[in-house]
């Protein structure tokens, strides 16, 4: 990168949805954060398939529920998307679940 692309990046601001793409996981139905305020993915009736697979707190995913993938993203694209972790924030799709996996492995 050359020294004039580096001062120019340094003075653009970023476009309203630069946070959200940032912030959305491959597989995801919608742009994170376009749901309820403070929802996550874990608490969705379109998230996971089933029974959470939860692992070691010592573990890769430290207690969290093993990431899995939104049913809504395969029924609007036909494909099965890439896992996305119990904590990435809701999309405009979610859909409170009626008994969400309790976040921690205890």
Do not use: V
């Amino acid at each position: 990168m050359s020294l004039f692309t580096k001062d120019i990046q340094e003075h653009l601001t970023p476009a309203p949805l630069d946070r959200a793409a940032r912030i959305t996981h491959p597989g995801m139905a919608h742009f994170a954060g376009s749901g309820p305020e403070l929802k996550t993915c874990r608490e969705c009736k379109f998230w996971g398939s089933g029974q959470p697979d939860y692992r070691s707190k010592n573990g890769k995913w430290r207690g969290l529920i093993k990431p899995d993938r939104c049913k809504k993203y395969q029924a609007l694209t036909g494909a099965i998307g890439a896992d996305i972790p119990d904590d990435a924030s809701a999309c405009r799709h979610f859909e409170q679940a009626e008994k969400p996996p309790a976040r921690f492995d205890k």
